[in-house]
């Protein structure tokens, strides 16, 4: 995978404080998003000597002059949520893309890297979600970033992040309730479910119990969309056809569905 190096990355740590956040914005976006995996913000004993002399924190020096150059006049505008979310989304893949191409498991360092950074962006979305009313645009944008957790989550990387806030995914679901976008949501929780139970093995790290709490609640807030919207999606098409003789039955194919709840282990 390509790497910004460090040339590069030392020119816009001098250049993004006096950037008026628009002049080639498309290509200034595209090559941050090659960011190696550096540490995010204080860095500690988990870093390699050699990250801890020679490369500054991720964040104070790049990303934090970006989110301020990037914020816009009008604080209710939701172009700087949507323009972050997605430079954010971009670099994640990369990251992911570059942590699978290894031989090794991720170095503990990355581990801590990856995860201050989701949680830097816990309230990313539902900033994007409350600025203004959302669209379609603004549900798939923000549902395409928590898909690019999968692959963070599961073996072989199986990182420790936390799950999608419950109330990022009430809103999600209120938004735009739509058999397609429960669809998508059951699918992100089912993975965050699979991956929580199997972190009750013996062998395996515990997950936190306040992540636990959240990922049960969004799923408690998921079931009754998924009872209303299978109900009133399977009798309107019904109602359609109800006219025609040979009419097919509604469809059936279930939604992913992490139905039941995880306990945290002691």
């Known amino acids: 995978m390509q790497i910004l190096p460090q040339s590069l990355i030392s020119f816009f740590e001098n250049y993004l404080p006096k950037w008026d956040g628009q002049t080639n914005q498309s290509a200034i976006l595209a090559l941050l998003s090659y960011l190696p995996i550096k540490p995010f913000e204080g860095k500690s004993s988990e870093y390699p000597l ?12 790049i990303l934090q002059p970006l989110e301020t150059t990037l914020r816009p006049t009008n604080p209710t505008s939701p172009s700087t949520p949507t323009l ?30 990856i995860t201050a950074l989701t949680t830097h962006l816990t309230n990313l979305p539902l900033t994007l979600l409350t600025s203004t009313p959302p669209t379609q645009s603004t549900t798939d944008t923000i549902l395409h970033h928590y898909s690019t957790y999968l692959p963070l989550l599961q073996p072989p990387l199986s990182l420790p992040l936390a799950p999608p806030p419950p109330q990022t995914i009430t809103l999600l679901l209120l938004a735009h309730p739509t058999l397609p976008t429960l669809n998508q949501i059951s699918s992100i929780l089912a993975s965050y479910k699979t991956t929580y139970e199997n972190a009750t093995t013996p ?3 515990p997950r936190p119990a306040a992540h636990v709490k959240a990922l049960n609640a969004s799923l408690m807030y998921v079931l009754p969309f998924q009872s209303l919207l299978t109900y009133h999606t399977n009798h309107q098409y019904l109602a359609i056809h109800a006219t025609s003789s040979s009419a097919p039955a509604p469809s059936t194919t279930p939604i992913p569905t ?3 709840a995880i306990s945290p282990r002691p």
Do not use: N, V
């Not at 050699?50 to 020096?61: Q, R």
């Not at 990251?95 to 699978?100: F, G, K, N, Y």
């Open 50 to 61: 050699e990250y801890l002399l020679t490369l500054p924190d991720l964040y104070p020096t």
């Open 84 to 113: 972050l979310l997605t430079f954010y989304t971009t670099l994640l893949t990369h990251w992911t893309i570059h942590l699978t191409s290894l031989p090794t498991p991720p170095h503990p360092s990355q581990t801590t890297t």
């Open 203 to 205: 062998d395996s790290a």
């Open 258 to 260: 992490p139905s039941a």
